[in-house]
C-alpha cells in the first residue's frame, strides 16, 4: 500500500492539508519534521509498504525541509517531494529544488489547489 507523508511542524497545516487530499483516496501519514518523516519513510518500508508522494514544509525544529529533501534524495531518487512555501520563501523554492524538490506549492492554499498539484504527482 502506498502512502502520502504530509511533513509540516504545525498540525494546523498537516490537518489542512489531509482534508484537502480526503478524495485521493490515499493514507495520510503525518511527521512533525524532517527527521521525523526520515524514521517514518523507514517504518513504512519496513512494513512493506511505500510512499506515493512528500509533502513538505521548509521552515521546521529538529530537521528543515531543505536538509530532509538532502538526505530523503540519498535513500529515494525518485518519490516525488512537493514543497509547502510562504510568499516570503521565495528564494527557497531555488533551494528546494537544487535539493531535489519536484514542484512547490504556496500557502495559503485552497484546498482544490492542492489536490489538483497533488494528482498530477500521484496519477
Ligand atoms: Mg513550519
Known amino acids: 500500500m ?9 498540525p494546523t497545516i498537516r490537518i489542512s492539508v489531509e482534508y484537502a487530499l480526503k478524495k485521493v483516496n490515499i493514507p495520510i501519514r503525518q511527521a512533525e519534521n524532517g527527521q521525523d518523516a526520515l524514521q517514518k519513510f523507514r517504518d513504512i518500508k519496513a512494513a512493506g509498504d511505500d510512499v506515493a508522494l512528500c509533502i513538505c514544509d521548509i521552515n521546521m525544529p529538529v530537521m528543515d525541509g ?27 523554492i531555488k533551494a528546494g529544488k537544487e535539493a531535489g524538490a519536484s514542484g512547490w506549492i504556496v500557502k495559503p492554499f485552497q484546498p482544490a489547489e492542492l489536490l489538483g498539484v497533488v494528482e498530477k504527482f500521484i496519477r
Open 2 to 10: 502506498k502512502h502520502i507523508l504530509v511533513i509540516d511542524d504545525s
Open 66 to 92: 531543505i536538509s530532509f529533501i538532502r538526505e530523503f534524495r540519498k535513500i529515494d531518487k525518485f518519490t516525488p517531494v512537493l514543497v509547502l512555501t510562504t510568499e516570503s520563501e521565495q528564494d527557497k
